[in-house]
Every structure is written in C-alpha cells, then in structure tokens.
C-alpha cells in the first residue's frame, strides 16, 4: 500500500485538476503556439518542442485539452515518484502528493498551457529521479535525470542556470558511485569535469528542437528587454538615450510614458516606433547599435537602469503585490489567435469557486516569491551544514540552490514580472523542505552508508 498510495494520489489530484479547469487557459503566447503547430510554422523566440508536441495531442483532442492532459499528468506522476522516494507510511506519501499539487501557487498555474509549465515537469521530474537515487543509488536514475533536465531547458532558454546546481550533484554523485572510498578533496577536480560535460550536453540538447528547418530564428531575441530598460532609463533622466537605428524620429517620452509600465515590457511596443527583432532581421547597423544599448545602460546610466530592475524584482518576487495585476498571476481564458478555430470553454460546475478563491489568495504571502527564495537560501545554509551527515541534507542544499539559481538572474533578464516564471522555485522551497525534514527511502546516507550501498 506504501508503493500505490502516492500514485492513488497523483491520480486523484490530476484527475480533479482536469475535471475543474477542462479545458484548460489560453493566454496569447499560448494561442500563438497553437497557430504554429496548426501551420507547422515554428518561431525560435517561443519552443519550437512545445509547438511540435503540441500537433501531436491536436490530433486526438483539438485545441489545449490534450497539451492540458499531458502536461498536468507529468507533473503529478513526477510528485509521485518524489513522494515515494521518502520514508513515510502510506497515508503520508499520499498526503505529500497532495499537498505539494494543490499548493495554491502551482494550482493555479496548473491549468495555463504554458511553456513554464512544461519545464517545471521537467524539474519536478529530475528532482524526483534525485530523491529516488538517495534511497537506491543507481546510474539510470541519475541519466534519466539528465535527460528531464534537457526537457526541462528545451522549453525555457534560462532554465539552464537552475539546472546547474542538479548537474553539479550527478556530477558529484557519479565520482562517489566510481571512488566511494576517495576523500572529498579529491573529487571535486573530476566532479567538476563531469559538471561541465553534463552542462554542455544539456545545453547542445535542449537547442535541438530549434534546428528544425521550420524553425523561423529570430537574432538577439533579448533586444524587447533592452528597448524597455532603455525606455526606464529615458523616462528617469529626462531624455531618449535611444540611437537613432532603433527608433522612430517621432517618439518623444510623453508618448513613451503614457505606454510605459513597470512590470511588463510589452505595452511600449503598441506605438510602433521602437524596432525590435522580432519585427524582421536587424540591418548591420541596428545589430551594432543595440548590442552598443545593452551595455551602455549599466555603464553610463546606472542609478536610472539599477532602480529600474530593482523595482522589476520587487514586483516579480512580490514585495509589492498589490501593484502587480493579477492578470500577471493568473490569465484565465481562452485567447484567440489568427484563425485558431474557437474553443468553447466547458467547465466544471466548480470551476467559479476554485477560481475565485485562488484569485482571492494572489495578494497573500502564497504568491510572495521572496518568502519563497528566503526559504530557499535558509534550506542551503541548514542543507550544507547538514550534507556531511545525511545525503538527503545534501540534495535538499541542491534543490534549494537551483531555486535560487533559476530565479535571481530573473532580476537582471527578465521582460516583465510574470509570477508563472517562479513556477520552479515554489516546487523546490517545498519539496528542499521536505527533503530537509524527512528521511528518504533507505534512511539516513552519510559518506559511509552511501558507499555501502555503493558497493552492494
């Protein structure tokens, strides 16, 4: 019954997931990937994996409910895994499932096709392949792991930094696996080589996907990100510090203001006087001049550009909730795009309630993402000091680690305050602190347990 109960679970939790928010939420990056996998049309700025998965599912099921299905149903056989990774009788396996699946932050995202989602299975999958190999050391725990992680990064282009700390772990526990009885010191020159191959790999696989010759690349897809900085930055100084190449003459900062928002970068565009790439290629001369912008704003503007991303993280990791929309929390609904055929909305009876009671909780400390990445950086400290004695103190450092590591380069790179992009960070504060709190399956694995087991 211990093995069943956490899939009985997952199970359960997916199943009312799906009979909630069938057919799922469509925001407008969503519909845009669904007009691609419709006209086998792919754009390198969106991933191309989720479009091609996505004519796949329409084939059996039009529309977002078969990427719904797959996506919720990854998700939580990942929980399951996790859960059966620790050393709690039936009924608390089962209750780790669901208290991680329903959290109200990921429950909320749960129903949103979005490629966030996607990438958070992919890290709810190699951390539950990781836990598992706490309790029964195994090479192919730790390549499929590998192999989640390529998943996870091929639909999210930063999700490489969050997966460098779990590559640095199999790396590490690879060297031990070889020379169990070698002394810490000298692990971590071959440890680190390991690292550095897994981190290429990962990265030369996860691009795959975008070498299709369908595959419309788009160059410098960061040139939205630096337009809207260098918007902040005009609206602080009192001037357009824009080059020429890359504005319209006509655009003066009362119209750059009156399209400025603070937490998403997508508003100044509606003028049509800013060129971004993702309008057509750059000339020679515009490709000069905003490589030129991008690194002119740290350094001949700095005061302007830092009170900028720093009020960028305030709103992303929610210190201010109250000045973020929700849309930038939730997008219920189902955009339209080009001639995506309608989808006729089909909820549950329920489908109002569990809404409205998510919405009410998203200016709660729920959706805070610093409390999260506090959480995060207490599991690291307590997890290193801890690692020496429990391999499990170990991983949770890790995962914890990853969080941290996937969500604070956010501060500097990303193009609005979106809550889905901490969709990892949330899994990895609770699941570290489990990790932290609750033996795994085999209990404790010191150095001298481990390399036991190791030899067994």
Not at 50 to 75: E, N, Y
């Amino acid at each position: 019954m211990r093995r069943l109960a956490p899939w009985l679970a997952a199970a359960l939790g997916a199943a009312l997931v799906l009979w909630v928010f069938w057919p799922g939420y469509m925001s407008w990056d969503s519909a845009y990937q669904w007009w691609q996998a419709r006209h086998d049309q792919f754009d390198s700025v969106h991933p191309p994996l989720m479009a091609m998965t996505w004519q796949l599912t329409d084939r059996l099921v039009q529309g977002p409910g078969g990427m719904l299905v797959l996506q919720v149903v990854l998700l939580w056989s990942a929980l399951a895994v996790f859960a059966s990774a620790l050393r709690l009788p039936a009924w608390g396996r089962a209750l780790v499932v669901l208290f991680l699946g329903l959290w109200p932050p990921l429950l909320a995202m749960q129903p949103h096709i979005w490629k966030d989602l996607w990438t958070l299975a992919g890290f709810a999958w190699a951390l539950a392949l990781l836990a598992r190999d706490l309790g029964s050391p195994h090479r192919g725990w730790r390549a499929v792991a590998v192999l989640a992680l390529v998943f996870a990064c091929a639909f999210r282009h930063n999700a490489i930094t969050g997966a460098l700390p779990l590559l640095a772990w199999i790396g590490w526990r690879e060297v031990a696996f070889y020379a169990p009885a070698w002394p810490a010191k000298r692990r971590v020159l071959p440890a680190g080589v390991i690292t550095l191959a897994l981190s290429v790999g990962v990265f030369v696989l996860a691009a795959i996907p975008a070498q299709d010759a369908r595959v419309r690349h788009t160059e410098r897809v960061w040139s939205v990100v630096t337009l809207w900085d260098a918007a902040a930055v005009s609206l602080a100084e009192g001037k357009l510090v824009y080059p020429p190449e890359l504005v319209d003459p006509s655009l003066d900062l009362e119209e750059l203001r009156a399209n400025f928002a603070e937490y998403a970068n997508t508003t100044i565009y509606v003028t049509g006087k800013l060129r971004h790439s993702f309008d057509g290629p750059y000339t020679p001369a515009q490709r000069e001049a905003i490589d030129a912008l991008a690194w002119s704003l740290p350094r001949d503007h700095a005061a302007a550009y830092a009170a900028h991303r720093w009020r960028l993280a305030v709103l992303l990791f929610g210190a201010d909730r109250a000045a973020l929309p929700d849309s930038l929390v939730m997008m219920p609904g189902l955009h339209g795009y080009g001639d995506n055929p309608p989808v006729a909305p089909h909820p549950h009876p329920q489908h109002a309630r569990a809404l409205a009671t998510l919405q009410s909780l998203i200016d709660t400390p729920f959706f805070a993402g610093w409390i999260y990445l506090l959480v995060c950086a207490l599991v690291a400290a307590v997890g290193i000091a801890r690692a020496g004695r429990s391999a499990g103190a170990g991983l949770a450092a890790v995962i914890a680690l990853s969080a941290l590591a996937y969500a604070l380069p956010l501060a500097l790179a990303s193009g609005s305050a979106e809550f889905r992009y901490l969709a990892w960070p949330v899994l990895a504060t609770l699941a570290s602190a489990l990790l932290l709190a609750t033996p795994t399956v085999g209990g404790p694995s010191g150095p001298k347990s481990f390399a036991e087991k190791l030899r067994a």
